[in-house]
């Protein structure tokens, strides 16, 4: 069993961007959802544990790794798929894996052969093993992504929003195959789809201009709203006004019509119904910005 702890990482850009703030985590093996908006610090977070940058001060060590002192030994038990992951435009599934497996110095013929062959039976592309990559559609590009990443028996797999333009097909392909890869190895699934957390991760946290404002299980969070979310389909032009009144967690067009949600500790008058609280919830009550009304 692995594990991975954060300790007071932070880091500021030369233009005066804090994007991590004080970050601290501790996880285990399997699935674990950072979920955040757009310059939430995520990639920053991901990029620094996968050794790219440098943070300013803090510390995170996987087991007996020093990752920001040893970065060597981290990268070789580091499987890594970042947010653009630039494949070779006209090679094969076949070649690519092959290609990549020498540069992390598998050099044994065979041994090289049948892991090839075996990755790219676990991500479903042993039949397209001989077709260009450049061909592929984008979840077929995100599962060879996936593929190389698990060259070298990694202790810990980062995946920046790898979903991110899958259509629906693809993307519950793409779940069910880190679903299985994260039974054994800690895998961080950097995303802002609340989606994603909701259908694969046991534990995740919440980060918002560069702090963590969530860490938990999605279940708790969820739990944490029962009783308190309410919603009503109200008018455009009302929508200011109900901002002023309740504390507005989500908007939503609906048929053309925003539907809101909001937080109360009681059950507003007015033709609010009471809900189900959902991940969704949990991510906006948290993250709790005025974006909601744009
Ligand atoms: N190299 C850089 N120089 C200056 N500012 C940067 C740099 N990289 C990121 N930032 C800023 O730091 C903040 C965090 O960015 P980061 O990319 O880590 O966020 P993110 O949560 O991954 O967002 P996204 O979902 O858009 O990728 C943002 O405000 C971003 O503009």
């Known amino acids: 069993m692995g594990t991975l702890k954060i300790n007071n990482l932070s880091k500021t850009y030369s233009n005066g961007v804090k994007a991590l703030d004080n970050v601290s985590l501790e996880l285990e093996n399997g699935m674990f959802g ?35 002192n040893q970065p060597a030994e981290l990268r070789k038990v580091l499987g890594y798929l970042p947010q653009e992951f630039g494949v070779y435009p006209r090679i094969t599934a076949e070649q690519l894996l092959t290609h990549i497996a020498i540069l992390k110095g598998i050099s044994n013929t065979s041994e090289r052969k049948e892991l090839v062959n075996y990755l790219l039976n676990k991500v479903n592309l042993y039949d397209k093993r001989n077709k260009s990559v450049k061909g592929f559609s984008g979840g077929m590009k995100q599962r060879v992504g996936i593929a190389q990443a698990l060259i070298g028996n990694p202790k810990l797999i980062i995946v920046d929003e790898p979903t991110a333009g899958l259509d629906p097909g693809e993307r519950n392909r793409f779940y069910n195959l880190l679903a299985d890869v994260g039974k054994e190895v800690i895998v961080i699934l950097s995303t802002h789809i609340v989606d994603d957390v909701r259908e694969l991760c046991t534990k995740m946290a919440i980060m918002n201009f560069g702090e963590i404002v969530y860490h ?53 008058e007015n033709g609010f119904e009471r809900v189900t609280p959902n991940l969704e919830d949990v991510f906006f009550s948290k993250i709790n910005t005025n974006s909601v009304l744009v």
Do not use: C, F, W
């Open 34 to 68: 950072l979920l955040g908006p757009n310059g939430a610090g995520k990639s920053t977070l991901m990029r620094t544990l996968a050794t790219l940058q440098e943070a300013d001060s803090g510390s995170a060590t996987l087991d007996d790794i020093d990752i920001l």
């Open 216 to 268: 938990g299980s999605p279940s708790d969070a969820i739990g944490e709203l029962n009783s308190k979310v309410y919603q009503k389909m109200v008018d455009r032009s009302e929508l200011e006004q109900y901002a002023n009144d309740y504390k507005i967690i989500s908007n939503k067009m609906v048929g053309g019509k925003p539907l809101i949600h909001i937080y109360s500790d009681e059950h507003p």
